[in-house]
């Protein structure tokens, strides 16, 4: 049903955000996506995961298989990785926070948590925020916006989204290999050396097969005319319509306000993360 | 010239690069509208390149030299682009998968017109019109990925359709198909030529499936030059001792029909289709005796005491793979639902089955690639859930459909050493086992090559004798001629008749009914996960349970089972069982006989040794 799960899927236009252009939906997301590589606090990225959840609940259309994908994996993401990024890059601060765990010796601070709770809400709202355009637009809407709007070559964009078309190919491709190596004892070993040479086995059938995948598909587009003229027809254009300068205008504005007011309105609810 | 010009090739001669001589090195051809045109050849002699010169692609997207000249509709191909040709020739792959570029059926039929810069509302003509003619108009809004493989086909045919060019060049359109799919697919192309505005060029080996739409044949020899051509009829029947000599198929009723007059069955004019062939011995008032069954004679004869192979401790008498009530999930999904199944020594058993019936995972459990539920297989002695890879590997081979997926090493010699080394054999008999098995499959001039450098054919030698080294002596195949041409399959089953007859259990999985006819012993049908039937091949060839699983007669057994005269010949389903012929070899080598003079001494005396080299390596096996 979209560009991050299923580039090729067809949608129902029923919900708003399907309606609005592909460039519309990626200029809007974007400077909520460089704020949240810079922000430290919890605030920002928490409201930021939740708005855009929210926007994706009640604007886009979902397939049920993907739900759990969409909704749920932030969260579940953000909440187990919290526990176990802080131990990594915890600051001497922390360990005057309060003891949450002991084991021994070890304790694990409320302020380690506090550390990889940050890490890990940035990145769950990365996350979130990305799939707004990621479930809303799909990949032939993509490639055609860009080739109609950003005046990127039309060859470039439908190579590229040809190439979509190898993923499924290789996975597949992948597991028949190494069922075949393991068949013939090649399974042996434990431990990261015996994984790179197992891996290491895998490149080369896998290679040849792209490449002579890649030479009958190029051979294939040919036969059909790809190229052929400077531009080709397009059956539907993907317009730029007021309404998505509105809406990239709405999701700005709605950024620039988290920005300015999360920290300090809700900042205070929050505990402060060492270091940050 | 009264009409007007299409296609024309004049002596038209490729060399690639890197290759020393021109195939196809003189070809001439004048297409008329509306014609058929079939091209044929032994492999190597250039078909499939003749035909990417006819729109351009070689020499302008894969580059080579090419000699004479190939005019479309007044342009030369060597210097128009191909983008400009493609209005005017239309070509269709063999790989369906490979030419699908957008996500769903509509886009693809439109990309060829968009590119073009037909106006949309005629692009979305053009595409409807096309998916209407090969029946795809209802599904245009699915993904192609979840069509059949001849829907799959038939999307290409529709995407070739829709560039409006008047000539479709089709180059071995149903190599990859099932039965079913086949049938789809000519049935889809007779439409197309029945309404009369194509002409097409068809590069193709199943005669049976197309000969009926044929007008005109074109046959070049090993070296890439035409040396017969003429309707077809003409050619096919007047001319068939010399197709034979030059090593081309026919179809399996003139085959057949070769084999009787040497019984002394008169024909007047040798049959093409099942029909005529059906229709001249319903002619005859009496036909000569049918040979004893000689399915149930080499069954019997199959030599268990021949060798001195040492087999797992029990299975000489009793099946040397039992499976019991095999069920396999994989999701939500059941594959296979309770099958059972015994293969005794020296079978050479087919699994057949339309795509998705559960062939190849009764064959990854058998083999344990999948391993299965425990206590519900056996092979050799042994339970693939619980045995170990290692130990295994030195009873049961398997053999991916893809030569190149289980080539672990970096020669060809070392790739052979790999299963001995994994058991940890001592060096010295090592060695002397690969040069053994180097030898006697042919491989020894290339025992220092990379594994992936080697031809098509020595690949698959190659792949078979990495799990005969080990011992194994029951060996399973997944669709081991998918995707090649006759010549290499039937090499392949040659092989493997010499294996069986020196007492290897083989299993495989296979789509080319025929095949099964002339070479299983026996044959499992297996439908939406279950095994319809079980028994001797020649049994269930002639049975309507082939039907019931979605599959076709093979061509021999659908001709002869409509026969209204002579009721003992209705079940007769392998030519070699057809009275009169060669009075030696198989079919195969009977239908091509020059296919041994040719590539040849090599292949014979490969085949001939590989049944040795079975033999050795299964002893050796038992030594260790």
């Given at each position: 049903m979209s560009l991050l799960l299923d580039p090729w899927a067809q949608h129902?236009?029923?919900?708003?955000?399907?309606?609005?252009n592909p460039l519309a939906l990626m200029a809007a997301v974007l400077p909520a996506l460089v704020a949240l590589v810079l922000v430290r606090d919890l605030a920002t990225p928490l409201v930021f995961l939740l708005l855009a959840t929210g926007l994706v609940a009640v604007c886009a259309h979902v397939a049920r298989p993907h739900r759990v994908l969409v909704f749920v994996l932030p969260t579940a993401f953000v909440l187990l990785a919290s526990l176990t990024l802080g131990l990594w890059s915890a600051p001497a601060e922390a360990a005057t926070t309060p003891v949450l765990v002991r084991l021994g010796p070890w304790q694990y601070h409320l302020g380690t948590w506090l550390v990889g709770l940050a890490t890990s809400l940035r990145l769950g709202a990365l996350f979130a925020v990305a799939l707004v355009p990621g479930v809303s637009a799909t990949g032939p809407d993509v490639v055609r916006a860009a080739v109609q709007h950003l005046r990127v070559p039309y060859r470039v964009g439908y190579t590229a989204f040809a190439a979509f078309r190898f993923v499924p190919r290789f996975g597949h491709e992948l597991a028949t290999i190494r069922a075949a190596h393991r068949v013939r004892g090649m399974a042996g070993g434990r431990g990261p050396l015996a994984g790179v040479r197992r891996w290491a086995g895998y490149v080369v059938p896998l290679l040849a097969g792209a490449l002579r995948h890649a030479e009958r598909v190029a051979l294939a587009m040919d036969a059909r005319a790809f190229g052929a003229h400077p531009t080709r027809t397009e059956r539907h254009t993907v317009p730029l319509r007021p309404s998505d300068a509105g809406f990239v205008a709405a999701a700005w504005a709605v950024t620039a306000a988290v920005l300015l007011w999360a920290p300090d309105l809700l900042g205070g609810l929050m505990p402060a993360v060492p270091g940050a | 010239m009264s009409a007007p010009l299409l296609l024309r090739a004049d002596h038209v001669g490729v060399r690639h690069h890197g290759h020393a001589g021109f195939t196809p090195s003189d070809v001439s051809l004048d297409l008329a509208p509306g014609e058929v045109v079939l091209l044929l050849g032994p492999s190597g002699s250039g078909k499939s390149t003749f035909a990417l010169t006819l729109d351009g692609l070689v020499p302008h997207a894969v580059a080579a030299e090419v000699r004479g000249s190939v005019t479309v509709a007044g342009l030369d191909a060597g210097t128009t682009p191909v983008a400009r040709l493609s209005e005017h020739v239309a070509l269709v792959f063999q790989d369906a998968d490979a030419s699908v570029v957008t996500g769903t059926v509509l886009d693809e039929v439109c990309f060829g017109p968009e590119n073009l810069l037909v106006p949309a509302p005629e692009v979305l003509a053009r595409a409807e019109d096309a998916l209407r003619r090969v029946g795809l108009w209802e599904r245009r809004a699915d993904d192609p990925a979840v069509l059949s493989g001849g829907g799959r086909q038939r999307l290409a045919i529709a995407c070739a359709l829709a560039l409006g060019a008047p000539v479709l060049v089709l180059d071995e359109p149903t190599a990859n198909l099932d039965p079913a799919g086949i049938e789809e697919v000519y049935a889809a192309l007779r439409d197309v030529v029945a309404a009369g505005d194509r002409s097409v060029v068809l590069v193709e080996h199943n005669l049976d499936a197309c000969v009926d739409l044929v007008d005109r044949v074109l046959v070049l020899d090993r070296r890439g030059r035409l040396v017969l051509e003429g309707p077809v009829r003409d050619v096919l029947a007047g001319r068939a001792e010399e197709l034979l000599a030059l090593g081309v198929w026919l179809p399996v009723a003139t085959l057949a029909a070769l084999r009787l007059r040497g019984a002394g069955v008169p024909f007047a004019a040798l049959p093409l289709t099942g029909a005529e062939l059906r229709q001249a011995l319903d002619a005859e008032e009496t036909l000569p005796a049918l040979t004893p069954a000689p399915g149930a004679a080499r069954v019997a004869a199959s030599?268990?005491?021949?060798?001195p192979v040492s087999v797992a401790k029990g299975a000489a008498d009793g099946p040397v793979v039992r499976v019991r009530g095999l069920s396999v999930r994989r999701g939500r999904r059941t594959v296979l639902h309770d099958v059972s199944l015994d293969v005794r020594r020296g079978e050479l058993c087919a699994l057949v089955g339309v795509n998705g019936a559960g062939k190849t995972t009764l064959l990854q459990a058998v083999a344990g690639v999948v391993a299965p539920p425990r206590d519900t297989v056996e092979v050799a002695g042994l339970d693939p859930a619980r045995a170990d890879v290692r130990k295994l590997a030195r009873h049961v081979g398997f053999v991916f459909q893809n030569p190149e997926h289980q080539f672990v090493r970096h020669t060809v010699a070392e790739e052979l050493a790999h299963a001995l080394e994994v058991q940890r054999v001592p060096r010295d008999e090592i060695a002397a086992r690969v040069d053994d098995v180097l030898a006697r499959f042919g491989l020894s001039a290339h025992r220092e090559v990379h594994p992936f450098l080697l031809s098509g054919g020595q690949k698959r030698r190659l792949s078979v004798g990495t799990v005969l080294v080990a011992g194994a002596t029951v060996l399973a195949l997944d669709e081991p001629t998918f995707g090649q041409d006759r010549e290499r399959a039937a090499e392949l089953l040659d092989l493997l008749d010499q294996l069986v007859a020196d007492g290897t259990t083989v299993l495989v999985v296979t789509h080319d009914l025929q095949l099964v006819a002339d070479h299983a012993s026996h044959a499992a049908v297996l439908a939406d996960g279950r095994l319809l039937a079980h028994g001797p091949a020649a049994d269930l060839l002639a049975d309507d349970v082939l039907l019931r699983a979605g599959l076709r007669r093979p061509p021999l057994a659908a001709a002869l089972s409509g026969l209204e005269r002579h009721a003992a010949w209705r079940s007769v389903t392998r030519l070699q069982d057809l009275p009169g012929g060669p009075p030696t070899g198989s079919a195969l080598s009977a239908a091509a006989p020059s296919g041994s003079a040719a590539v040849g001494p090599a292949v014979s005396a490969t085949a001939a040794a590989v049944g040795a080299g079975a033999g050795g390596a299964a002893r050796a096996g038992g030594t260790s």
């Amino acid at each position: 049903m979209s560009l991050l799960l299923d580039p090729w899927a067809q949608h129902h236009r029923s919900r708003p955000l399907h309606r609005v252009n592909p460039l519309a939906l990626m200029a809007a997301v974007l400077p909520a996506l460089v704020a949240l590589v810079l922000v430290r606090d919890l605030a920002t990225p928490l409201v930021f995961l939740l708005l855009a959840t929210g926007l994706v609940a009640v604007c886009a259309h979902v397939a049920r298989p993907h739900r759990v994908l969409v909704f749920v994996l932030p969260t579940a993401f953000v909440l187990l990785a919290s526990l176990t990024l802080g131990l990594w890059s915890a600051p001497a601060e922390a360990a005057t926070t309060p003891v949450l765990v002991r084991l021994g010796p070890w304790q694990y601070h409320l302020g380690t948590w506090l550390v990889g709770l940050a890490t890990s809400l940035r990145l769950g709202a990365l996350f979130a925020v990305a799939l707004v355009p990621g479930v809303s637009a799909t990949g032939p809407d993509v490639v055609r916006a860009a080739v109609q709007h950003l005046r990127v070559p039309y060859r470039v964009g439908y190579t590229a989204f040809a190439a979509f078309r190898f993923v499924p190919r290789f996975g597949h491709e992948l597991a028949t290999i190494r069922a075949a190596h393991r068949v013939r004892g090649m399974a042996g070993g434990r431990g990261p050396l015996a994984g790179v040479r197992r891996w290491a086995g895998y490149v080369v059938p896998l290679l040849a097969g792209a490449l002579r995948h890649a030479e009958r598909v190029a051979l294939a587009m040919d036969a059909r005319a790809f190229g052929a003229h400077p531009t080709r027809t397009e059956r539907h254009t993907v317009p730029l319509r007021p309404s998505d300068a509105g809406f990239v205008a709405a999701a700005w504005a709605v950024t620039a306000a988290v920005l300015l007011w999360a920290p300090d309105l809700l900042g205070g609810l929050m505990p402060a993360v060492p270091g940050a | 010239m009264s009409a007007p010009l299409l296609l024309r090739a004049d002596h038209v001669g490729v060399r690639h690069h890197g290759h020393a001589g021109f195939t196809p090195s003189d070809v001439s051809l004048d297409l008329a509208p509306g014609e058929v045109v079939l091209l044929l050849g032994p492999s190597g002699s250039g078909k499939s390149t003749f035909a990417l010169t006819l729109d351009g692609l070689v020499p302008h997207a894969v580059a080579a030299e090419v000699r004479g000249s190939v005019t479309v509709a007044g342009l030369d191909a060597g210097t128009t682009p191909v983008a400009r040709l493609s209005e005017h020739v239309a070509l269709v792959f063999q790989d369906a998968d490979a030419s699908v570029v957008t996500g769903t059926v509509l886009d693809e039929v439109c990309f060829g017109p968009e590119n073009l810069l037909v106006p949309a509302p005629e692009v979305l003509a053009r595409a409807e019109d096309a998916l209407r003619r090969v029946g795809l108009w209802e599904r245009r809004a699915d993904d192609p990925a979840v069509l059949s493989g001849g829907g799959r086909q038939r999307l290409a045919i529709a995407c070739a359709l829709a560039l409006g060019a008047p000539v479709l060049v089709l180059d071995e359109p149903t190599a990859n198909l099932d039965p079913a799919g086949i049938e789809e697919v000519y049935a889809a192309l007779r439409d197309v030529v029945a309404a009369g505005d194509r002409s097409v060029v068809l590069v193709e080996h199943n005669l049976d499936a197309c000969v009926d739409l044929v007008d005109r044949v074109l046959v070049l020899d090993r070296r890439g030059r035409l040396v017969l051509e003429g309707p077809v009829r003409d050619v096919l029947a007047g001319r068939a001792e010399e197709l034979l000599a030059l090593g081309v198929w026919l179809p399996v009723a003139t085959l057949a029909a070769l084999r009787l007059r040497g019984a002394g069955v008169p024909f007047a004019a040798l049959p093409l289709t099942g029909a005529e062939l059906r229709q001249a011995l319903d002619a005859e008032e009496t036909l000569p005796a049918l040979t004893p069954a000689p399915g149930a004679a080499r069954v019997a004869a199959s030599p268990v005491a021949a060798s001195p192979v040492s087999v797992a401790k029990g299975a000489a008498d009793g099946p040397v793979v039992r499976v019991r009530g095999l069920s396999v999930r994989r999701g939500r999904r059941t594959v296979l639902h309770d099958v059972s199944l015994d293969v005794r020594r020296g079978e050479l058993c087919a699994l057949v089955g339309v795509n998705g019936a559960g062939k190849t995972t009764l064959l990854q459990a058998v083999a344990g690639v999948v391993a299965p539920p425990r206590d519900t297989v056996e092979v050799a002695g042994l339970d693939p859930a619980r045995a170990d890879v290692r130990k295994l590997a030195r009873h049961v081979g398997f053999v991916f459909q893809n030569p190149e997926h289980q080539f672990v090493r970096h020669t060809v010699a070392e790739e052979l050493a790999h299963a001995l080394e994994v058991q940890r054999v001592p060096r010295d008999e090592i060695a002397a086992r690969v040069d053994d098995v180097l030898a006697r499959f042919g491989l020894s001039a290339h025992r220092e090559v990379h594994p992936f450098l080697l031809s098509g054919g020595q690949k698959r030698r190659l792949s078979v004798g990495t799990v005969l080294v080990a011992g194994a002596t029951v060996l399973a195949l997944d669709e081991p001629t998918f995707g090649q041409d006759r010549e290499r399959a039937a090499e392949l089953l040659d092989l493997l008749d010499q294996l069986v007859a020196d007492g290897t259990t083989v299993l495989v999985v296979t789509h080319d009914l025929q095949l099964v006819a002339d070479h299983a012993s026996h044959a499992a049908v297996l439908a939406d996960g279950r095994l319809l039937a079980h028994g001797p091949a020649a049994d269930l060839l002639a049975d309507d349970v082939l039907l019931r699983a979605g599959l076709r007669r093979p061509p021999l057994a659908a001709a002869l089972s409509g026969l209204e005269r002579h009721a003992a010949w209705r079940s007769v389903t392998r030519l070699q069982d057809l009275p009169g012929g060669p009075p030696t070899g198989s079919a195969l080598s009977a239908a091509a006989p020059s296919g041994s003079a040719a590539v040849g001494p090599a292949v014979s005396a490969t085949a001939a040794a590989v049944g040795a080299g079975a033999g050795g390596a299964a002893r050796a096996g038992g030594t260790s």
